[in-house]
Every structure is written in structure tokens, then in C-alpha cells.
């Protein structure tokens, strides 16, 4: 199918898709708002946040050009199904919306860097085991997940993972997470039961573990940003 057709039947579900062709021609998706093309005429980015649009996303007719994806800050709705995501996709944000149901991670294309799916209606168990080895930055905050999650196989070059304000609960094993990881957010859960602060890496510039049951003893620099809950004892040197 032509790029015309796939980016048609794209927005197809959408409410108040008119915003995004307002300054250009219907039948022409080059003219629209927020649309890249590359050298080659390819479309390589979509970003349409803050469009005040609504509506689903049909996930199987993005073309199969498309780099980078930000709806983020808008009204949409249905239920994500991350698997229908293709190479050479580095960059996909749909944040801030009312997306529902589970989402698996287990299948996302091997190109994908950064995910956010923060502050939506989003529930389930999350599988963080076989996440692509280029990921860079996954954010899952603000949604219902819930279950126990496993850091012990998060990718090598993961920088920063905010699981904050869901339903998690359990143990947390944080003696294995990336070597280079620098923002790790998992506050507001359930997580509980005494937890092992003594191997986080020394890259970790801004940890937050506050409002949960975890409990120990942690030591910290002083110009490290870290922030735990009461039961856990701070040392700082």
C-alpha cells in the first residue's frame, strides 16, 4: 500500500483528525502537521502530541518507515498492542492519554529505544525479562500494573525506568540492575520485605523508593538524589 493509504487508514479510528490536516490537504499526508519525511520522500517521524485528538489508533497501517512516534499529551483510547510495532521504530511515546487493558513487552521491535506509555488506564502483569538490548529509557508510571517484577535482566544500556504510582508488589532484587542506568523511579507501589541497597551501581544519579513497605539500610553520597522510605535507615557520606 501506498504511504497515502497507510497513514488513512492510520488515523481512520481518530476523533477530531481534522487538527492534523488543518493547514494542508486531506488527501495529501505530507502537507500535515507534524509529519518528517527523509531524503527519500519516506515518512520517518509523527509528532502530533498536545492535538487534541481522540479516538483509537490502528497500530498495523503505521508505515513500516517510521522512526520515531509522539501522541503523547492527547485523548486516545482502545487497548495497545505493542507487538504490531516494526523496525527501524527507535522512539514511541503515548503518554499522557487513556489507553486500557495489558500491554506485552516481550515482542517489541529490536530497534526501539525509548518507550513511554506513562499516565494512561493501563493494567496487568509486565514482563521486564525480555525487553530489546538497545533500550534506552522505558517508562510505565502513572498506569494499574501490578504483580511482581523481575530487574534482574533489564537491558545493558537502560539509562532510566520509572515504574512509579502502579500497583506492584513484592521483593525487589536491585543488586543486578544496568551498569549505566541513572534514573530509577519505583515509588508509590507495594513493594515490600527487607531490600539490599548495598550494590547499586554508581552510575545511579536519582532513585526514588519512597511511599512503599521496602525496609533496610542504605548508604548514599550527598549529592546523590536518592529518596527511600521511612523504615529504611540513610547513611550519607
Known amino acids: 500500500m501506498s504511504q497515502q493509504t497507510l497513514m488513512e487508514l492510520f488515523i481512520k479510528g481518530m476523533t477530531n483528525s481534522g487538527a492534523l490536516t488543518e493547514i494542508g490537504d486531506v488527501d495529501d499526508f505530507e502537507t500535515w502537521r507534524g509529519i518528517q519525511l527523509n531524503d527519500s520522500n519516506d515518512l520517518v517521524e509523527i509528532h502530533w502530541a498536545?492535538?487534541?485528538?481522540?479516538?483509537?489508533v490502528a497500530l498495523e497501517w503505521l508505515p513500516p518507515t517510521v522512526e520515531s512516534v509522539a501522541l503523547n499529551n492527547n485523548f486516545l483510547i482502545g487497548s495497545l498492542d505493542l507487538s504490531l510495532l516494526q523496525s527501524p521504530l527507535w522512539h514511541f511515546d503515548v503518554s499522557y492519554n487513556v489507553f486500557r487493558g495489558e500491554i506485552r513487552l516481550d515482542r517489541l521491535p529490536k530497534s526501539l529505544r525509548v518507550l513511554n506509555v506513562s499516565k494512561n488506564k493501563l493494567d496487568g502483569s509486565i514482563d521486564l525479562e525480555h525487553l530489546p538490548a538497545g533500550l534506552e529509557a522505558l517508562h510505565l508510571n502513572g498506569n494499574s500494573f501490578e504483580g511482581?517484577?523481575?530487574?534482574?535482566?533489564?537491558?545493558?544500556?537502560?539509562?532510566?525506568?520509572?515504574?512509579?504510582?502502579?500497583?506492584?508488589?513484592?521483593?525487589?532484587?536491585?543488586?543486578?540492575?544496568?551498569?549505566?542506568?541513572?534514573?530509577?523511579?519505583?515509588?508509590?507501589?507495594?513493594?515490600?520485605?527487607?531490600?539490599?541497597?548495598?550494590?547499586?551501581?554508581?552510575?545511579?544519579?536519582?532513585?526514588?523508593?519512597?511511599?512503599?513497605?521496602?525496609?533496610?539500610?542504605?548508604?548514599?553520597?550527598?549529592?546523590?538524589?536518592?529518596?527511600?522510605?521511612?523504615?529504611?535507615?540513610?547513611?550519607?557520606?
Open 148 to 237: 511482581i517484577v523481575c530487574l534482574n535482566n533489564l537491558p545493558e544500556e537502560l539509562v532510566g525506568l520509572d515504574l512509579s504510582e502502579n500497583f506492584f508488589c513484592g521483593e525487589l532484587d536491585l543488586t543486578s540492575l544496568p551498569p549505566n542506568i541513572r534514573h530509577v523511579h519505583l515509588y508509590e507501589n507495594s513493594f515490600s520485605g527487607v531490600t539490599d541497597f548495598s550494590q547499586l551501581p554508581p552510575s545511579l544519579e536519582n532513585f526514588d523508593i519512597s511511599s512503599t513497605l521496602v525496609e533496610g539500610e542504605a548508604t548514599v553520597k550527598d549529592d546523590q538524589d536518592f529518596t527511600f522510605p521511612l523504615a529504611v535507615t540513610v547513611n550519607r557520606n
Open 50 to 56: 498536545y492535538f487534541d485528538i481522540g479516538g483509537s
